[in-house]
């Protein structure tokens, strides 16, 4: 079956310690995202990346980053720059392009933690 | 720009009883619509959508109506069932947001038996 394989389910970050949050797709969809769920809030979008090897800033970039070197893959990377960084993160992904009328299709999250 | 606005939460019914949860929306042009369901500790998973104006979206006995003149995709149940105690999500997606989706905050759902 095609999805969105997101891994850990759990993490746990030391202070001062990056993290790197694993997205995996076999959907062939060109673009990728992640998201940040704070408890009962509604999404914030973080990174983007429209196509392989290009990446854009979301509306919480900041202390996060990301890469995409692979079209199935777009981990990212939690770093210390991120003061609280305690959440619950999605990552998703689409057909892109002008294909507009594509919904978005999510992985089942990773849940960070601080310790 | 691009927003969706959906109804506060949370919402508590009684199972069999009829859903309503709001949702407008602000965007240029012809937006794509959706509605999201999340049940607890997962993603998100498509609902249903809709993708131009007066297209109804319908799925597991839910249904929106893509309504452009009041701009609203409101998401209807005829009787609801414990089972379907989530949050819900309303989105859109348009060619100025590139390939972005705009979600709304959410609104909790919970169906007492």
């Known amino acids: 079956d095609g999805g969105i394989t997101q891994s850990p389910k759990y993490l746990f970050r030391k202070e001062g310690q990056n993290v790197t949050l694993s997205c995996e797709q076999n959907?062939?969809?060109?673009?990728m995202y992640w998201y940040r769920q704070d408890p009962g809030q509604g999404l914030r979008l973080i990174y983007y990346?429209?196509?392989?090897?290009?990446?854009q800033k979301g509306d919480i970039a900041e202390g996060y980053s990301v890469s995409r070197e692979k079209k199935e893959s777009f981990p990212l990377t939690v770093t210390s720059a991120q003061k609280n960084p305690t959440a619950f993160y999605l990552c998703?992904?689409?057909?892109?392009?002008?294909?507009?009328?594509?919904?978005?299709?999510f992985g089942d999250g990773t849940r960070l933690s601080i310790l | 720009g691009n927003s969706v606005t959906q109804m506060e939460g949370p919402v508590t019914l009684s199972e069999e009883a009829f859903l309503t949860i709001n949702c407008t929306y602000t965007?240029?042009?012809?937006?794509?619509l959706f509605w999201y369901v999340q049940y607890p500790g997962e993603g998100l998973q498509l609902l249903l959508k809709a993708t131009k104006a007066d297209d109804k979206g319908s799925n597991k006995g839910f249904e929106a109506t893509y309504r452009k003149e009041t701009t609203s995709f409101h998401l209807e149940k005829g009787s609801v069932q414990v089972s379907d105690s989530a949050v819900y999500f309303c989105a859109l997606r348009s060619h100025s947001s590139a390939s972005k989706i705009i979600f709304g905050s959410g609104t909790r759902l919970s169906i007492r038996p």
């Open positions: 959907l062939n969809h060109d673009a």
């Open positions: 998703a992904s689409s057909i892109g392009g002008e294909r507009n009328n594509q919904p978005q299709h």
């Open positions: 965007a240029t042009g012809y937006p794509s």
């Open positions: 990346s429209q196509i392989v090897n290009d990446f």
